[in-house]
């Protein structure tokens, strides 16, 4: 052992930056799922925000995963 890591440290990074997105899709259902509970005539509205808000935090992960193997 001369003190070298084997394997690829950009997948623990990912899985480490991957908790990000993962906690922001979980607050923007939760805010989804509150603001129909509480006013259910707003739901087409609140929907399209939604869906808006879950596919930028979940180009987060893309790109972050996208880097992990172009960066290794």
Do not use: C, H, K, W
Not at 30 to 42: C, D, K, L
């Amino acid at each position: 052992m001369d003190g070298t890591l084997n394997g690829s440290l950009n997948m623990v990074g990912y899985g480490l930056a991957a908790i990000g997105p993962g906690i922001g899709i979980g607050l923007i259902f939760a805010a989804y799922i509150s603001g129909v509970a509480r006013q259910p005539e707003a739901q087409g509205r609140l929907q399209s925000i939604a869906i808006l808000g879950f596919a930028l935090a979940e180009a987060l992960a893309i790109i972050g995963i996208a880097l992990a193997f172009v960066l290794s």
